[in-house]
Protein backbone atom coordinates (compact mmCIF):
# COMPACT_ATOMS: atom_id res chain seq x y z
CA UNK A 1 0.00 0.00 0.00
CA UNK A 2 0.88 3.49 -0.67
CA UNK A 3 -0.63 7.07 1.06
CA UNK A 4 -0.42 9.81 -0.36
CA UNK A 5 -1.04 12.95 1.03
CA UNK A 6 -1.15 16.59 -0.99
CA UNK A 7 -0.54 19.82 0.48
CA UNK A 8 -0.15 23.45 -1.23
CA UNK A 9 -3.07 24.15 -2.12
CA UNK A 10 -5.14 27.52 -2.29
CA UNK A 11 -6.46 30.95 -3.06
CA UNK A 12 -4.20 32.63 -5.85
CA UNK A 13 -4.98 35.07 -8.50
CA UNK A 14 -4.50 34.79 -12.50
CA UNK A 15 -0.91 35.25 -13.16
CA UNK A 16 -0.11 33.79 -9.89
CA UNK A 17 2.15 30.44 -8.78
CA UNK A 18 1.07 27.69 -6.38
CA UNK A 19 3.14 24.66 -5.68
CA UNK A 20 1.89 21.44 -4.57
CA UNK A 21 3.71 18.66 -2.77
CA UNK A 22 2.62 15.23 -2.53
CA UNK A 23 3.85 12.74 0.52
CA UNK A 24 4.24 9.60 0.06
CA UNK A 25 4.37 6.52 2.99
CA UNK A 26 4.68 2.79 2.84
CA UNK A 27 6.01 0.79 -0.18
CA UNK A 28 8.51 1.79 -2.20
CA UNK A 29 8.26 5.41 -3.10
CA UNK A 30 10.97 5.36 -5.77
CA UNK A 31 9.84 2.18 -7.45
CA UNK A 32 6.39 4.20 -8.56
CA UNK A 33 5.92 6.83 -11.45
CA UNK A 34 3.96 9.45 -9.99
CA UNK A 35 1.12 11.57 -11.61
CA UNK A 36 -1.03 14.61 -11.25
CA UNK A 37 -4.64 15.03 -12.23
CA UNK A 38 -7.17 17.24 -11.36
CA UNK A 39 -11.15 17.63 -11.49
CA UNK A 40 -13.22 20.75 -11.84
CA UNK A 41 -16.52 20.65 -10.89
CA UNK A 42 -19.00 19.12 -13.58
CA UNK A 43 -15.99 17.67 -15.46
CA UNK A 44 -14.36 14.96 -15.71
CA UNK A 45 -10.89 14.33 -14.20
CA UNK A 46 -8.15 14.91 -16.29
CA UNK A 47 -4.56 14.53 -16.69
CA UNK A 48 -1.60 17.37 -15.70
CA UNK A 49 1.44 15.37 -15.21
CA UNK A 50 3.58 12.12 -14.93
CA UNK A 51 7.22 11.96 -14.14
CA UNK A 52 8.65 8.17 -14.38
CA UNK A 53 10.41 6.74 -10.90
CA UNK A 54 14.01 7.97 -11.57
CA UNK A 55 12.32 11.31 -12.77
CA UNK A 56 13.89 10.71 -16.43
CA UNK A 57 10.55 10.81 -18.11
CA UNK A 58 8.25 13.59 -17.63
CA UNK A 59 5.65 14.86 -19.96
CA UNK A 60 1.98 17.15 -19.46
CA UNK A 61 -1.00 17.48 -20.86
CA UNK A 62 -0.72 20.32 -23.32
CA UNK A 63 -2.50 23.10 -21.50
CA UNK A 64 -0.35 23.62 -18.77
CA UNK A 65 3.06 23.07 -21.08
CA UNK A 66 5.27 25.85 -20.00
CA UNK A 67 3.54 27.05 -16.92
CA UNK A 68 3.48 23.96 -14.76
CA UNK A 69 6.94 21.62 -13.76
CA UNK A 70 6.62 18.24 -12.20
CA UNK A 71 9.37 17.05 -9.88
CA UNK A 72 10.43 14.44 -7.51
CA UNK A 73 12.36 14.09 -4.58
CA UNK A 74 13.01 10.24 -3.71
CA UNK A 75 14.57 10.52 -0.85
CA UNK A 76 11.94 12.71 0.83
CA UNK A 77 9.59 10.51 -0.85
CA UNK A 78 7.81 13.75 -2.33
CA UNK A 79 6.57 14.52 -5.73
CA UNK A 80 6.09 18.53 -6.71
CA UNK A 81 3.79 20.49 -9.03
CA UNK A 82 4.98 24.08 -9.50
CA UNK A 83 2.09 25.78 -11.07
CA UNK A 84 3.33 29.12 -12.45
CA UNK A 85 1.09 31.65 -15.00
CA UNK A 86 -2.11 30.28 -13.63
CA UNK A 87 -5.32 31.18 -14.93
CA UNK A 88 -8.66 30.74 -13.86
CA UNK A 89 -9.21 27.73 -15.86
CA UNK A 90 -6.46 25.78 -13.64
CA UNK A 91 -9.02 25.88 -11.20
CA UNK A 92 -10.17 22.14 -9.88
CA UNK A 93 -9.01 19.46 -6.79
CA UNK A 94 -5.68 18.47 -7.80
CA UNK A 95 -4.45 15.21 -7.00
CA UNK A 96 -1.44 13.07 -7.02
CA UNK A 97 -1.36 9.13 -8.05
CA UNK A 98 1.02 6.46 -7.80
CA UNK A 99 1.45 3.85 -10.70
CA UNK A 100 3.55 0.75 -11.76
CA UNK A 101 3.30 2.24 -15.02
CA UNK A 102 3.90 6.20 -16.34
CA UNK A 103 0.85 6.80 -18.20
CA UNK A 104 -1.99 9.88 -18.28
CA UNK A 105 -5.11 6.93 -18.31
CA UNK A 106 -6.55 7.72 -14.47
CA UNK A 107 -7.77 4.38 -14.41
CA UNK A 108 -4.36 2.63 -14.29
CA UNK A 109 -3.40 4.39 -11.04
CA UNK A 110 -3.86 2.19 -8.24
CA UNK A 111 -2.94 4.79 -5.68
CA UNK A 112 -4.68 8.18 -4.77
CA UNK A 113 -4.08 10.98 -2.73
CA UNK A 114 -7.44 12.32 -0.94
CA UNK A 115 -6.92 16.29 -3.18
CA UNK A 116 -6.22 19.24 -2.66
CA UNK A 117 -8.23 22.41 -4.28
CA UNK A 118 -6.96 25.10 -5.62
CA UNK A 119 -8.67 28.43 -6.79
CA UNK A 120 -7.87 31.20 -9.54
CA UNK A 121 -9.56 33.96 -9.34
CA UNK A 122 -9.74 36.66 -12.11
Known amino acids: QVQLVETGGGLVQAGGSLRLSCAAS????????MGWFRQAPGKEREFVAA????????FYTDSVKGRFTISRDNAKNTVFLQMNSLKPDDTAVYYC???????????????WGQGTQVTVSS
Open 51 to 58: ISWSGGNI
Open 97 to 111: AADSLLTAVAASYDY
Open 26 to 33: GRTFSSYA
